[in-house]
Structures are given as structure tokens and as C-alpha cells.
């Protein structure tokens, strides 16, 4: 990845919540990057501070101190409504428990983020064109609560690259499936990034991820380890990762 452009870079990157009296600090002196058209995976038990680093990335939340690039943009640096826009026009989300909109059929909940940006032209066009890639343009007048947990979830990745964004945040996007769905899930949303060379963060607890990653992480105690220094760190780290060269 020597040669990619770095789309996310985090610059000494603090997080903490106050909990009564005092602070929690999640996220201690975070740096990294993550470039242009790879799959990164931050694995982490829950509450170790994965879904939070992906807030931090998308602006949702702020760090307590450092710095955070997208596209060579602080988004840090970014008033409120400019980090809303900025992440509306550039961020993809995947959720865990796929927050679509039940009083919205597939179709009109696919087009929702190109509406809200004002491309309601086009908007469409390119949701048929990616519920087709997903499998559901014959799907598209049902409600959410006629489908599957896995037709769902194929909405909402489809939701997530519509208004093509040149970021996708997945967080725990297989979480509610059975294993098999899953992983069918997994590779679609890789399929389609891959295609249109888009940057995809996930973050998960599940190590069954890790063989489809271009490079993994672990977050753990505050960091954002390499795997090779996972190993060095936390002696509970099952069988050794193996990424894909």
C-alpha cells in the first residue's frame, strides 16, 4: 500500500467520555492511515473502542484532542454542519442492526441520500442500478419488514454506496446474521467497494473477517495496534492472523 493515496489519516487522536466525576479515555494517542481502495478490519472485543474510532472518522463524534484527514481535509477543523455535509457527500455507513426506515420501501429507502444531497434526478437510476448488483430490483416496492435479515442488510449496503462515497464505515455489518448469510454479505459489500475502489473500514469482534482483509487492527487498551504488534502485546491472541498479500 506504499504507493496508495492515503484517504484517513488520524494524528495522535485522544478519546474520552466522562463517566460521573470522571474520565474514561477510550482511545489514547491514535495515529494511522488507511488508503484509497483497501480493506482495513479493526478487530476488538465490545467496548474497546472500534465503533467509536469509526464515529471519530466520520465526524458523528470528536476527539478529545488530535487530528483526523479525510481526503486531506480536517474534519476536525470542520464546524458542525460543514463535518454533517462533508459526511453526507463522502461517508457510506453499514450498521449492525441496518437502520432503514420502515415507512420507506426498498427503493425510496436506497435513494434517501442522494435526496437529501439534492440529486433527486439521478437518484433513481443509480438505486436500481445497485439493487440489482445486490439482488433485490424486484424487491424494490417492499417494506423493510417483508424482508430477511440478509435482504436487509444488501439494502442498506446499497444505501451505503449510491451516492458514491469515496469512504465506507461498516460496523459490525454481518453482527445480526446467521454465519452463512454473513459471510455472503461480506463479500458482496467487498465485491462492490473493490469495484469502484472505495476505502472500507470495518470494525468487528469476529477473527473469521480477517482472511478477506488487505491489512488488519486491533484495537486494544486505547490503541490501534498492527497485528504483529497485537501479537506482541495481548498473549490471549488466538491462532495467528493471516492477511493476504
Known amino acids: 500500500m506504499a504507493n496508495k493515496q492515503t484517504v484517513v489519516h488520524l494524528d495522535q487522536l485522544c478519546k474520552a467520555f466522562a463517566e460521573g466525576n470522571q474520565q474514561r479515555e477510550v482511545l489514547t494517542a491514535v495515529n494511522g492511515e488507511f488508503y484509497q481502495g483497501e480493506f482495513a478490519v479493526l ?14 472518522i ?12 479525510v481526503d486531506g481535509r480536517s474534519i476536525t477543523a470542520m464546524k458542525e454542519r460543514e463535518r454533517t455535509l462533508f459526511r453526507r457527500d463522502n461517508i457510506g455507513f453499514v450498521f449492525q442492526f441496518f437502520n432503514l426506515i420502515p415507512t420507506l420501501t426498498v427503493l425510496e429507502n436506497v435513494t434517501l ?14 438505486a436500481l442500478n445497485l439493487l440489482e448488483q445486490v439482488g433485490l430490483a424486484d424487491r424494490r416496492d417492499t417494506f423493510p419488514d417483508k424482508l430477511s435479515g440478509g435482504e436487509q442488510q444488501r439494502v442498506a449496503i446499497a444505501r451505503a454506496l449510491v451516492h458514491d462515497p469515496m469512504l465506507v464505515l461498516a460496523d459490525e455489518p454481518t453482527g445480526n446474521l446467521d454465519e452463512e448469510t454473513g459471510e455472503r454479505v461480506l463479500k458482496l459489500l467487498l465485491d462492490l467497494t ?6 472500507l473500514i470495518m470494525a468487528t469482534h469476529s477473527p473469521e473477517v480477517v482472511p478477506f482483509a488487505d491489512r ?14 497485537a501479537q506482541r502485546q495481548i498473549h490471549s491472541v488466538p491462532t495467528p492472523f493471516i492477511v493476504p498479500n
Open 43 to 56: 478487530l476488538g472485543r465490545s467496548g474497546s473502542g472500534k465503533s467509536t474510532l469509526l464515529n471519530l
Open 58 to 69: 466520520s465526524g458523528i463524534e470528536l476527539p478529545t484532542s488530535g487530528e483526523i484527514l
Open 113 to 126: 441520500p442522494m435526496e437529501l444531497a439534492g440529486n433527486g434526478r439521478s437518484a433513481t437510476k443509480s
Open 194 to 199: 473493490r469495484k469502484q475502489n472505495k476505502t
Open 216 to 229: 488488519v487492527f486491533r484495537v486494544h487498551d486505547g490503541q490501534l495496534l498492527t497485528t504483529a504488534e
